[in-house]
């Protein structure tokens, strides 16, 4: 038995595949998921998501906040504002939140 992610935005779904563990920047602190997890419901901060697959990991997202559920091996991110973390390219305005991203993005933690 597998862990689905799914995460979707507004303009596409990001990502929907099985999965062995994902790593999600809560706003109380990151948190892992891994199959048969409790249903879980809580917000996003600004952060990175971590992607694992056969014991790699597989893919990273830089996510501006969000809502996850998970619920019976089902794992739903639901953002407005995310990008894969090897797509991101700084910007010329000096506001707070692309500061924060290019912080997130100068250390990758669970790599």
């Known amino acids: 038995m597998s862990l689905n992610l799914e995460i979707i935005s507004p303009q596409k779904i990001f990502f929907n595949d099985e999965i062995d563990l994902c790593i999600l920047p809560?706003?109380?602190?990151?948190f892992g998921i891994l199959t048969n997890h409790m249903p879980f419901l809580t917000t996003l901060r600004i952060g990175v998501a971590y992607v694992y697959k056969n014991?790699?990991?597989v893919e990273t997202f830089l996510v501006n906040g969000g809502v996850v559920e998970v619920h019976e091996n089902k794992c739903t991110l639901l953002t407005e504002d995310?990008?894969?973390s090897g797509d991101f390219k700084k910007e010329d305005n000096d506001s707070e939140v692309e500061?924060?991203?290019i912080k997130v993005l100068e250390k990758l933690y669970y790599s």
């Open 26 to 30: 809560g706003v109380e602190g990151d």
């Open 99 to 101: 500061k924060e991203k």
């Open 55 to 57: 014991k790699k990991l």
């Open 82 to 84: 995310i990008i894969k």
